[in-house]
């Protein structure tokens, strides 16, 4: 089993897991609760160290943006590798790093127009597929495509203004 090791983010992954329970399963006897607890809280952790990965991916993401490219229809974020297989974000150094940089995309991500953001954050944060974001938006498929692109391009052209390079 993981442990959360972040404090806060126990206490909240724990939260969602009793928020859960309380929803879904309130009209249960008490004796179920405890199991049905436990395999939620089991699944909160998945999904807390899921969605950890996949923002640890967007460091990884902005490298491939060596080229700018004005394709709206090729979705430069399909070809990444998982940022776990990476070592230099081991140390206590590339750790920090990440940190602040996951702090300025998260304020850069606030100023993208909303369509962009949405798109962008239910395919690479929620991890939904292009058909899943597309009836989620109630757009095209390739729409969420235009939108991912146009958000991603915006992001890394951010960054290498701020002087980040990847």
């Known amino acids: 089993m993981f442990a959360v090791r972040d404090q806060d983010a126990a206490l909240d992954v724990v ?23 436990q395999r939620i809280l089991q699944n909160a ?8 990965k996949v923002r640890s991916t967007w460091m990884t993401l902005f490298s491939s943006f060596g080229s700018a490219q004005d394709d709206d229809d ?34 850069e991500l606030k100023k993208l127009p909303a369509r962009q953001r949405e798109a962008f954050l239910m395919r690479y944060w929620e991890e939904m597929d292009v058909a899943e974001t597309a009836q989620a938006m109630g757009c095209s498929e390739g729409s969420v495509k235009t939108h991912c692109s146009r958000a991603a ?5 951010v960054l290498r203004t701020r002087g980040i390079t990847l």
């Open 74 to 107: 090729h979705d430069p974020l399909e070809t990444l590798q998982a940022a776990g297989e990476s070592k230099e974000s081991e140390s206590p150094a590339g750790k920090l790093e990440q940190s602040q940089l996951l702090e300025i995309i998260e304020e």
């Open 15 to 37: 939260q969602d897991a009793m928020l859960r329970v309380a929803e879904k399963y309130g009209d249960r006897p008490a004796e179920e609760l405890p199991l049905l607890f």
């Open 153 to 157: 391009h915006t992001l890394a052209a």
């Open 45 to 52: 952790i998945r999904d807390y160290f899921r969605r950890q």
